[in-house]
């Protein structure tokens, strides 16, 4: 397991320890719950993120992840303790509420492409938050599942770039690479973003990494989603069109609505059902 937080950081997140406020009442009371249930729980979120990188950022909600096959028991203590629970997403999220307050119990991510596993647990760094113990979402885990997020009206790159440029030196690289898998464009994007917003800290991300990533990039072709061959066309060996853009951003249903594209996300190329993407992406048409 990593080790704590640095004292400085923590102290980021005490300093918001309002107790009379009746979200962050909600909050550590939910903690303190889960922790003494000894229920299997990480802190990520906006919370982890100022731990990291000392930029607070006031939300509506905590967020707790969890793995899959814990959900149902980090669940019951919550409404054991009295708050009300759904699962809003069988693919990756649940919910617990307190009034208007809310809890998001992650288990994976919106495209189904970062489960959470017993590595985020292996490496997770232990903190204090609202006076509470806790483990919070490793840095590598972070800068994963965040790196996705590219929707018109959320983009998480300067998320990543504050983690990078907090945490770079001492990221476990190898496994953050292996985390990304046939999705490492994605990371070779942020990397190059990192050194567009920094250029005067490129020898943050070791050199070796980069290297490393741009000569994929110079390969081809190229590999997608599950393993297979696809050429600069886009188009995979067995001669079909294949979006991954869809698992950045669901500006791409478009192409697969409209121009043919099999969407990355759904069986067997990546791990949702056409059921689960149907209804995640009906939730934002119903907004």
């Not at 793995?67 to 919550?78: E, F, K």
């Not at 760094?125 to 885990?141: H, I, K, Y």
Request: with cysteine; aromatic share 10%; glycine share 8%.
């Amino acid at each position: 397991m990593s080790a704590p937080v640095s004292a400085a950081r923590v102290g980021v997140a005490d300093a918001i320890d309002d107790r009379a406020a009746p979200e962050l009442r909600f909050y550590r009371d939910a903690l303190e719950y889960l922790n003494a249930a000894r229920a299997p729980y990480l802190v990520g979120g906006a919370y982890a993120y100022a731990l990291y990188t000392g930029i607070e950022r006031h939300t509506k909600d905590l967020d707790i992840f969890v793995r899959a096959r814990d959900c149902g028991r980090v669940l019951t203590v919550l409404r054991d303790a009295g708050y009300r629970t759904e699962v809003a997403f069988t693919h990756w999220l649940a919910k617990a509420f307190s009034g208007d307050h809310l809890i998001d119990v992650i288990f994976s991510s919106g495209n189904g492409l970062c489960p959470v596993d017993d590595a985020w647990f292996t490496h997770a760094p232990g903190a204090s938050l609202l006076g509470v113990p806790v483990r919070l979402t490793p840095p590598e885990e972070m800068i994963w599942s965040k790196a996705f997020i590219m929707e018109r009206e959320r983009f998480d790159g300067a998320d990543i770039c504050h983690l990078l440029r907090a945490c770079g030196r001492g990221l476990e690289w190898e496994r953050l690479i292996a985390r990304f898998g046939t999705h490492w464009p994605v990371l070779l994007t942020h990397v190059l973003l990192f050194q567009y917003a920094y250029p005067g800290e490129a020898d943050t991300i070791p050199r070796r990494v980069v290297r490393r990533l741009l000569d994929r990039a110079s390969a081809a072709p190229t590999p997608t989603v599950n393993g297979g061959a696809r050429h600069a066309s886009g188009r995979s060996d067995a001669g079909e069109h294949i979006c991954c853009g869809t698992c950045l951003s669901r500006e791409y249903m478009h192409d697969v609505r409209h121009w043919g594209y099999r969407d990355a996300r759904v069986r067997p190329l990546g791990r949702m059902t056409a059921d689960e993407v149907a209804r995640w992406m009906a939730a934002f048409e119903h907004e």
